[in-house]
């Protein structure tokens, strides 16, 4: 039954890139709609999902914890038979591999941090929309 841990390990590696992809092209998608009057970005539930996201990531790395994802994956690569696939972070281990950027836990932790006060600087710049409050009075068109 190998293929079913490879086939469990390919879902989480693939949720992991949308969970990134979500972060950056999040931040991008922000920005974009501002200038281009997208509505969708100033949804509170979208930032506040954002913020949340890219939060817990730093936060993670700030306490020096490897992504749960990250150690999902690897035990089911173990459990297929093969190695582990990381010996760091997701992040770390892929921009290493794409760009042949290497760096120490403390250089991204700084790069998640710095990419967290963007998100929460786009909060002022592009203010988000405060939610509707069920049951006041409001109609929804």
């Not at 710095?114 to 909060?123: G, H, I, K, P, T």
């Not at 409050?133 to 068109?141: F, I, S, V």
Request: net charge positive.
């Amino acid at each position: 039954m190998p293929w079913v841990y490879s086939l469990l390990a390919d879902a989480i590696l693939i949720l992991h890139f949308a969970f990134v992809a979500f972060v950056v092209v999040g931040l991008l998608a922000i920005w974009l709609g501002w200038l281009f009057r997208w509505r969708f970005v100033r949804n509170f539930w979208f930032r506040l999902a954002h913020l949340l996201a890219i939060g817990g990531v730093a936060a993670e790395s700030m306490a020096g914890i490897i992504c749960p994802l990250t150690i999902w994956e690897n035990q089911l690569r173990l459990l297929v038979g093969g190695g582990e696939r990381y010996e760091g972070s997701f992040v770390q281990h892929w921009l290493h591999r794409v760009m042949f950027f290497e760096a120490s836990e403390s250089t991204f932790t700084i790069l998640y941090l710095l990419f967290f006060a963007a998100v929460a600087l786009s909060l002022w710049f592009v203010k988000p929309r405060r939610p509707a409050l069920a049951g006041r009075g409001q109609t929804r068109p």
